[in-house]
């Protein structure tokens, strides 16, 4: 779900995947938060990770059904959208990968 290929966890990651299950947390929850972490900081950090996660457990919000309906969306911007957490037209997509 973390995109960890041809290693095991370190000590850390895997106290914090503990943590995670511990709080009720599921594969597929935490991949969404997985997800939202590398569009956010364009790499893997556990720390930052931990804080979403946190965030939902405080809120109580443990599925993916109640993630994907009651968590707020990402504060970014995507380019060719108007507001935040919305997700770009892949022809808007593959227009701006032809400009690059």
Known sequence: VMDINGRDFTDTERRYVDV????????EAIGIAYDKTVTNTRKFSPGYMNRILQ??????LHT????????RPSPYVAPGT??????PDPEEIQKLVDQI
Do not use: C, N, P, Y
């Open 64 to 71: 993916t059904q109640e993630i994907r309906e009651k968590d």
């Open 20 to 27: 995670w299950v511990s709080w009720g947390f599921g594969a």
């Open 82 to 87: 108007k507001k935040r957490g919305a997700v």
């Open 55 to 60: 965030s939902w457990h405080e809120k109580g």
